[in-house]
């Protein structure tokens, strides 16, 4: 398992914040000046994003101090994040959620993790039946567009008609057999002959973990 940069659009936009203040004023802003800045209620929002800023290596703060904020690497952060596309939620326990074709959504993750070239997304995974392959119910999945570099074993994003899942992929001579990856024996596998297309192979995953007012993106990559 390696650990990556993420930065979610709220993050980026604190950080830009930052970086302005930064510029006017020659000092940092306080926790109350970004919070009326954002224009939230709450200043626990803001010790968030800037916890998260700070353990991801691009902020450090000197402790007992009102305007304690220096950039890190100021010049080369931006450089370094590529933007994934977030295509839109796909199903892991059942055939019911639609494929999703417009970019609603954006994460930015460390371009060196891919390979320059490669098409890759993202898609948000709805429910529990991929939670042994290290995809827990409201992930993000990042998936390298592919299909013809799919092999037995990969997990993928597959389209079944109008709708999306996240399958580990079997292939047969005459079938293609898409399997969940839990213990529980109510999730069952899917056998296709045809009227289906293997989107892309999953590569990576970001892990959500729900706070009080925003998603904090724990990106780990499973192997």
């Not at 510029?23 to 709450?42: A, D, F």
Request: aromatic share 6%.
């Amino acid at each position: 398992m390696k650990k990556s940069t993420i930065v979610t659009k709220k993050q980026s936009k604190v950080l830009d914040l930052i970086k302005q203040y930064l510029k006017t004023n020659s000092q940092s802003p306080t926790i109350e000046e970004l919070r009326q800045l954002l224009g939230v209620s709450s200043s626990r929002t803001i010790g968030q994003h800037l916890d998260a800023l700070e353990k991801k290596g691009f902020i450090a703060r000197e402790r007992g101090q009102r305007r304690n904020i220096k950039i890190l690497d100021s010049n080369t952060v931006q450089d370094s994040l590529i933007k994934i596309p977030v295509l839109g939620v796909t199903g892991c326990d059942s055939q019911n959620i639609f494929a999703d074709k417009t970019y609603n959504e954006f994460i930015s993750v460390d371009k060196d993790l891919f390979e320059s070239g490669k098409e890759i997304f993202s898609v948000k995974a709805i429910g529990n039946s991929m939670v042994d392959a290290g995809i827990p119910n409201g992930s993000y999945v990042i998936f390298e567009k592919s299909e013809n570099d799919i092999q037995n074993g990969d997990r993928v994003v597959a389209i079944i008609g109008d709708m999306a899942v996240i399958k580990r992929v079997q292939f047969t001579d005459r079938a293609v057999a898409l399997y969940p990856d839990s213990s529980e024996e109510r999730f069952e596998p899917i056998l296709l002959k045809d009227n289906y297309n293997i989107l892309g192979k999953v590569i990576d995953v970001v892990k959500a973990v729900p706070q009080t007012e925003e998603i904090v993106y724990d990106y780990q990559i499973e192997h």
